[in-house]
């Protein structure tokens, strides 16, 4: 289509597609904020140790929108949601009181050797099937028909819940 304008067309595709892409971030990032902003309960009780606390705790809880800026204007809370967010700054868990950074480290290890050992799996059962493929044979209704049994299968009996 483009002929000897080839890699022209290729930047052009390419910045049109990163503007998407910024578009989206924006977009998941306002969604995000505005969720968190309407979720019901008071940030300032939440982050006490003893959720609720009491009467005494209650009363110290006047300073935490302070120190937590949620006195702050909206768009300038938004800035600096977005700001935190570009340094990687994901703030401190509710329930275990560490950054979530912290956690997030922690767990990548087990997240990346499961993708990479799922993939494998599923590259060493496809590709054999897939070569086996023809149409009505035996080995192609049953691999069919293991694919939807297993995207039909409850959560509950797989023990992921």
Known sequence: M???AGRLCMAIYLCRRLLHAVFVLVAVSVIVFTAVHLAPGDPALMMMPNFGGTLADREDSGQHPQRMGLDRPLHVQYLDFVSRLMLLDFGNSLHAHIPVRKMLG??????VELTVVSMLFATLVAI?????RRVGATVSWMSSAGCWLCS???RRHSGSD
């Open 2 to 4: 483009c002929g000897a």
């Open 106 to 111: 922690e767990r990548l290890g087990a997240t």
């Open 128 to 132: 054999p099937l897939a070569s086996r």
């Open 152 to 154: 039909a299968w409850p």
